[in-house]
């Protein structure tokens, strides 16, 4: 009952994105198999019914809450022609371990093709991608002492 009514808001959206002379990028099944997901745990097995595209459509919302851009759509695309499961394998390797996963705690569940990295060193790796970003590196030096500010820019600059 709840995925008719969100197949008729798609077909609504896409109706709307036509008549302003534009093209829905998200596929439907893709989107139906992300509705009602859990913000944390993707549950592989939604997906196995899906073509490649629209899998890796519906792992990317799932993992980083957006749809694959330009150029990851042109990356993909080159393994697209791949055995279904050998592609399938490759894309949930990659989104496993990526910064978002690792910061979010997102757990791939019923995952046939591998057994995700779990533990401290998991969730630590995860908050030190964090630290690499250099405007939140701004904002800790910042809290430091000063003592400490002026020997980071001697090592540094």
């Not at 705690?105 to 630590?124: A, C, K, S």
Request: contains cysteine; charged residues 25%.
């Amino acid at each position: 009952m709840r995925s008719q009514v969100y197949g008729i808001i798609y077909d609504i959206v896409s109706e709307n994105y036509i008549k302003a002379g534009r093209r829905m990028l998200y596929e439907k099944q893709a989107y139906l198999c992300n509705v009602r997901s859990h913000p944390q745990i993707v549950d592989v097995a939604r997906y196995y019914r899906l073509s490649n595209l629209q899998y890796c459509q519906a792992v990317f919302m799932a993992v980083y809450r957006r749809l694959p851009g330009q150029s990851e759509y042109e990356k993909w695309g080159v393994f697209s022609g791949m055995e279904t499961s050998a592609f399938r394998k490759r894309l949930l390797k990659k989104l496993s371990v990526c910064s978002v996963a690792a910061q979010n705690r997102i757990w791939l569940m019923h995952n046939p093709y591998f057994q995700q990295r779990t533990g401290i060193r998991y969730r630590l790796g995860g908050l030190l991608y964090v630290l690499t970003d250099k405007p939140s590196l701004r904002q800790l030096g910042k809290k430091l002492p000063e003592w400490v500010q002026q020997r980071i820019r001697k090592v540094l600059l």
